[in-house]
């Protein structure tokens, strides 16, 4: 069966490049994300208000690959992509996003961990993809140490992520020192993609449980992401305009190592100039004060969160939720009595799901 997009959704406004990388998708202009004096801050801690301009983080991002690659060993015309591996296993930071945007920058792979995982369910992982480093953070580095040494990744390959609440004295380089030791150095070369390369080579490791046995990768190719952020982008653009949306806050609790909070939220988000507000994990009255705070119009969910929202109606009550015009959920389906639930205590409330792989 061939599915077609319905007539009201407008065709994309450029080909799908297939011969760029996704840090050139993004770090720029040239292929119609919202420019960056008109976006928001694409990542705001939504505990500690920590939080970068767009021009700030694409600057972060491109002083962390310099490190990366003095540290590593890497180069961004050199070598093949699989000898280019990083990991990422940590709770939502706001500068994840920056590492993966470096990674891509040396024509690297990202591997991106759950942070559910125990050490050994890494150490496959870490292993499965040849991973020459690791990203992490302190709530989660004996898991990560553990991990890493069962495959041989030294501790001058762990990195640390900041996040809100750090224990200070570990003896790990945090992604901070990093970006400050790139300032110092000279710039990166350009990449120097041949054409379709973006259609062929792979960006992202994601790993899935499949039917049975251990996870599996499934090879994510730059292109692959691309494509999508601009059908996204697309579809959203009717809503968008006929709501008066030009740019809005959205939540994202949701893990960035799982796709949703990968594509959906961290890249189709920001290339359309919204903010996300980051929450490192999943904590009912954090995410309720978050809203409020920080006047999030868009709740990308998972049913779960929706029902626990409905069974505590006199919570939610004592936190101005008036900023909220969309939820979106996924992962699983969200039933209709559950819909005409959401649409009775909230009916400013626009309910949307989405699936996919």
Known sequence: MVFTSPEWVPQLPIDPPDSISLHDFMATENFGRLPFSQSRNPFTCGLTGKTYSASEACQRADFLARAIARKLDFSPNEGVEWGKVV???????????????????????VTPASA???????????????AKALFTCTALIDRAVKAAEAVGVSKDHIFLLETPGDSKGLKFTTVDELIQQGVALPAL???????GQGARQVAYLCYSSGTSGLPKAVMISHRNVISNVLQISAFD????????????????????????????ISYASTFRGDGVIVMPEFDFKAVLAAVQKYKIALLFVVPPIIIRILRNEALCAKYDLSSVRYVYTGAAPLGSEVVDEVRRQYPKWRVGQGYGV
């Open 237 to 264: 653009t009717v809503s968008r305009q006929k709501l008066g949306i030009k740019t809005q806050a959205c939540l994202g609790v949701l893990p960035f190592s799982h796709i949703y909070g990968l594509l959906i």
């Open 189 to 195: 070369e350009s990449l120097k993609w041949v054409k």
């Open 87 to 109: 990991a990422i296993f940590s709770l939502n930071a706001i500068d994840t996003f920056s590492v993966t945007q470096a990674v891509h920058r040396l024509s690297g792979i």
């Open 116 to 130: 559910a995982y125990s050490a050994s369910e890494l150490e496959h992982q870490l292993r499965s993809s040849g």
